[in-house]
């Protein structure tokens, strides 16, 4: 059975930082490409980040590009995000999520499994 879990969340003033972790269980964790995503109340949920199974590529949506680092511990199976100068409009659900496919995507149906989520809140 496949989970993944993600922690980190929390409430934060405008410009400070947050690391979120997502740690996966039951599934060869090195060999997914790993994404980040976020749902704000109201919204589609919308790519944030994309690592691939190596670490050696990532991909980034253009308004967290620059102040997110999406990063793997393969030995730890676990995925993190770490997101700096964080703005009101960052204010989300963030869920990992993994994807078999070598390519990248930053659409939710490319993804196979997925985790609950984690709230993040950005006070201005």
């Known amino acids: 059975q496949v989970q993944l879990v993600e922690s980190g969340g929390g409430l934060v003033q405008a410009g400070g930082s947050l690391r979120l972790s997502c740690a996966a269980s039951?599934?060869?964790?090195?060999?997914?490409?790993m994404g980040w995503f976020r749902q704000a109340p109201g919204k589609e949920r919308e790519f944030v980040a994309q690592l691939s199974w190596s670490g050696s590529s990532t991909y980034y949506a253009d308004s967290v590009k620059g102040r997110f680092t999406i990063s793997r511990d393969n030995a730890k199976n676990t995925v993190y995000l770490q997101m700096n100068r964080l703005k009101p409009e960052d204010t989300a659900v963030y869920s990992c999520?993994?994807?078999?496919?070598?390519?990248?995507?930053?659409?939710?149906?490319?993804?196979?499994?997925w985790g609950q989520g984690t709230q993040v809140t950005v006070s201005s």
């Open positions: 039951g599934l060869t964790f090195s060999s997914y490409n």
């Open positions: 999520a993994a994807t078999a496919k070598s390519y990248y995507s930053g659409s939710v149906p490319s993804y196979d499994y």
